[in-house]
């Protein structure tokens, strides 16, 4: 590529990168506050793969259904609605004869809200892109990002990157509609609210849980998904002895589980 066009390829990266998950994440927020029983899902999961600790990279392959949150709401509300393709050669679709150069436009946001591919289209339901859900559908029954050879370059970074923003945020705060009711989307090169999302940040009562301490015992099973974090306790227990083997941890159980510190 010459310079002229690396410049070019970055500042999509940038802008399309920027706004289109920025977009992405608001509709996603918004949805969440007007269905909190899908919000106490995620906040459920990201506490239950964190520990109450800071994000780390390796918890957000985790966050599975934080994902599918995310996912529905850019099916309801794609970023980009439309997208065009140009014949290159002339074809055949259905009983239409497409010349060479035809411009094609395919309206995602059509399709993500078709009868026939889904069902209940209109309503938020993340339960959609739960695993099984997402085998048995067609491939192009769901195109956020586009598809095929000119599929979006930064499908995946976006994705990762939506995912760890709603986990930092939803660990600290919590979100209310201000105005109850969903604005209207309107097209404006990406699928924006036709009116303001404003939203109430609140603080949230949940606190982050900071390790006293952080080990790797040479002996005993995982305390859940969080073997290796320490919270406070309010005693220091040694791990009983049988003839002559160490054991695991003694366990407490409180408001959370608390593992004692491990003395070999």
């Keep these: 590529m010459t310079d002229q066009e690396v410049i070019d390829n970055l500042m999509t990266f940038i802008t399309a990168g920027h706004e289109t998950t920025a977009l992405g994440l608001a ?4 949805l969440l506050a007007k269905h909190p029983e899908y919000e106490a899902k995620v906040i459920e999961e990201i506490e239950t793969v964190t520990c109450g600790q800071e994000l780390q990279s390796e918890h957000i392959d985790r966050l599975a259904y934080t994902r599918q949150v995310f996912s529905e709401a850019m099916r ?9 393709r140009t014949a290159e050669q002339g074809f055949r679709l259905g009983q239409y004869d497409i010349p060479t150069g035809t411009i094609l436009y395919v309206p995602i946001y059509a399709v993500h809200r078709h009868a026939s591919l889904w069902l209940d289209a209109e309503f938020f339901d993340p339960d959609r892109f739960a695993p099984e859900a997402t085998r048995s559908r067609h491939r192009y029954a769901y195109l956020p990002f586009g598809a095929g050879p000119r599929v979006c370059i930064g499908s995946m970074f976006a994705m990762m990157e939506a995912v760890a923003v709603l986990a930092v945020l939803l660990q600290r705060l919590s979100f209310k509609n201000v105005t109850q009711h969903t604005p209207e989307p309107t097209m404006k090169v990406t699928l924006r609210p036709g ?4 939203m109430r940040a609140h603080r949230s009562s949940r606190q982050m849980q900071p390790p006293i301490m952080t ?6 099973a995982t305390v859940g998904r969080c073997p290796y974090v320490l919270f406070p306790s ?3 227990i040694s791990p009983l002895k049988a003839d002559g083997q160490e054991t695991t941890p003694e366990l407490k159980w409180g408001k959370e589980l608390l593992p004692t510190p491990y003395r070999p």
Excluded at 215 to 220: E, H, I, L, Q, T
Aim: aromatic share 16%.
């Design 215 to 220: 080990y790797r015992p040479r002996v005993g």
């Design 27 to 30: 509709w996603t927020l918004h």
């Design 234 to 236: 309010p005693s220091y």
């Design 76 to 84: 309801l509300y794609p970023a980009a609605p439309i997208i065009t």
């Design 195 to 198: 009116s303001s999302i404003e």
